[in-house]
């Protein structure tokens, strides 16, 4: 599953360095079906220690951790909405993430310009923000005078899209993120069809590089949704940064395990065995009779498959399993 998040800002607030501290990181290509990774594209590992201490538990020969893929986005003026600076690039290639990393400045440094001449983090998140939802404005709009007739006509699908645009731009026109949104699954999946860029789920990336300790907490309570702090000077914080936003694209891990490999699976939550099963192979699915599931933990401290099956550990699940993050399967097909 190759899911990504798009890393936005404005000029100069340590995107790009954060972007060169993760592509460190950065697994090798040879164990992942990527033929041409584009420069502005980094294939990172999710820190999880379970995927050695797995590892080693079978000594395996390869052993291959979940990825979270980054992009770099161009960096972002007031204005993008409308063409300004790189404004298109921009919002073409957000449109195409799953989720969006908001850099966020913080720190001071005199030798390095901010384009507003000021450090002031809510400021540039209301900024980035107010494009998204200018953007977004704009194509709610344009939908909703797309589909007009067909609602008018009474068409059950144009009047269904209708109500949930209606409501996506009366949140758009209070100022505010279409991910604020309250909907349930159907309303969901008609406003996914839209592709709008302030319905992505949002992590806000506080730079503290070289930043006044004071300053951050003063504006840590008015960060407006889910945060992390780092410094990619220094590369710190960065683990917890890939974890929260593998968290943020609502994903979780299960394992596979043997001599020949150790391999973590990334799966959305909630998905069952048969559909996790898709993850290794899409025959998986259609061919799955059942599946032989262990905690990951528990075969850990059982000490080997027999002792934890015969502790009763190891369990026969069938299709309506939904599989457990840290789960260790194997599939019978």
Wanted: charged letters at 30%; hydrophobic letters at 45%.
């Amino acid at each position: 599953m190759s899911l990504s998040i798009g890393i936005v800002g404005l000029p100069n607030v340590g995107k790009s360095t954060l972007f060169n501290a993760l592509t460190k990181k950065s697994v090798p290509a040879e164990n992942y079906p990527f033929c041409t990774i584009d420069p502005s594209v980094g294939i990172v590992p999710v820190p999880d220690e379970r995927v050695q201490l797995l590892s080693d538990f079978s000594k395996s020969a390869k052993t291959i951790p979940a990825v979270v893929e980054f992009v770099d986005i161009a960096g972002l003026v007031a204005g993008a909405s409308k063409g300004e600076g790189l404004g298109n690039k921009f919002l073409a290639n957000i449109r195409e993430t799953d989720a969006i990393l908001h850099m966020v400045r913080v720190f001071h440094d005199k030798d390095v310009i901010h384009v507003a001449n000021k450090i002031d983090p809510l400021s540039d998140i209301e900024v980035i923000n107010l494009e998204l939802i200018l953007a977004d404005l704009e194509t709610v709009t344009k939908r909703l005078s797309n589909i007009a007739r067909d609602v008018k006509r009474g068409d059950k699908d144009a009047v269904a899209e209708d109500v949930v645009l209606r409501k996506a731009e009366a949140v758009l026109a209070d100022s505010k993120l279409v991910n604020t949104l309250d909907l349930d699954a159907k309303e969901q999946e008609i406003l996914k069809s839209m592709h709008l860029i302030s319905a992505k789920p949002m992590l806000y990336a506080l730079n503290t590089s070289a930043a006044n300790e004071n300053v951050i907490k003063e504006i840590e309570a008015r960060i407006p949704g889910a945060y992390v702090e780092l410094d990619p000077v220094f590369e710190t914080g960065l683990d917890d940064m890939i974890k929260a936003s593998y968290k943020l694209l609502n994903l979780e891990t299960f394992f596979t395990t043997g001599v020949d490999e150790t391999r973590a699976w990334t799966i959305k939550v909630g998905s069952t065995a048969p559909i996790a099963g898709t993850a290794i192979h899409t025959d998986f699915k259609d061919k799955f009779i059942r599946a032989e599931v262990v905690c990951c933990k528990d075969l850990f401290d059982s000490g080997s498959y027999g002792e934890a099956r015969a502790k009763g550990k190891v369990r026969t699940e069938g299709k309506e399993y939904i599989v457990k993050d840290g789960d260790v399967i194997e599939f019978k097909i």
